[in-house]
């Protein structure tokens, strides 16, 4: 079973939509939890950062849930900008990074 | 100002032969990485220095050996490459390995095709 496992997609919404990502993951010792963002042929970029307790920044919504190893990602009134494709990430403490796949949205108007 | 560069971009070159991608950082981190991305898009960790120790090398064949001459600079020098070298190298960086929580800042990659 891989690491971090995510959806691929694609996911395609209209613009305005709404849409959610989901994310497992294997390993219990996992501590901090991350969503990047890739767009095409470009360097992954942080989203936003995953906490316990559940995070929101503007139009995005992280949740985390430790005793499922879920997380998931929501984005509210889908912009054509957001289409990217977004990479569930998990840290165990002294190791890098661990990327899921990745899901890929492409938003449409 | 580039906080993460490495050159070059790209780099085409036939296999057999031996290649370095150079990566710099100017955000006074002390750990860099080096990342392979495949024609799947999978990242995934290759070696990572704190420092200018190495403290992550995962399953890569011994063919590539990274180089860090002062904590701003890790190298990666690849030898008789192959095939399946193909792919994007991407260079990153953060403010320690030991906090988990540090965000890590990625170079633009460099796209290596070997023929």
């Known amino acids: 079973r891989k690491e971090v496992e995510q959806d691929p997609g694609p996911f395609n919404v209209p613009e305005g939509a709404t849409v959610a990502f989901n994310c497992t993951y294997s390993n219990s010792a996992s501590q901090s939890f991350f969503w990047y963002r890739q767009d095409c042929r470009k360097e992954p970029k942080l989203l936003m950062s995953v906490y316990s307790s559940g995070n929101e920044d503007g139009r995005f919504t992280a949740q985390l849930n430790r005793a499922s190893q879920y997380i998931s990602l929501l984005i509210r009134d889908s912009k054509l900008s957001d289409s990217a494709t977004y990479l569930c990430?998990?840290?165990?403490?002294?190791?890098?990074?661990?990327f899921g796949k990745g899901t890929t949205l492409s938003v449409s108007s | 100002d580039t906080a993460v560069s490495q050159t070059p971009k790209y780099l085409v070159t036939q296999m057999g032969n031996d290649k370095s991608i150079k990566c710099e950082q100017n955000?006074?981190?002390?750990?860099m990485y080096w990342y392979k991305q495949d024609s799947k898009k999978f990242l995934k960790i290759m070696f990572s220095?704190?420092?200018?120790?190495?403290?992550i090398n995962e399953t890569v064949p011994n063919r590539f050996s990274p180089k860090s001459p002062d904590k701003a600079h890790l190298n990666l020098h690849i030898n008789s490459l192959e095939l399946g070298d193909s792919a994007v190298y991407f260079c990153a960086s953060s403010q320690g390995p030991r906090t988990v929580s540090y965000e890590q800042y990625f170079g633009p990659g460099t796209r290596l095709t070997v023929t």
């Open positions: 955000l006074g981190h002390d750990t």
């Open positions: 220095y704190n420092n200018k120790e190495l403290i």
């Open positions: 990430v998990v840290n165990r403490a002294g190791t890098a990074l661990i």
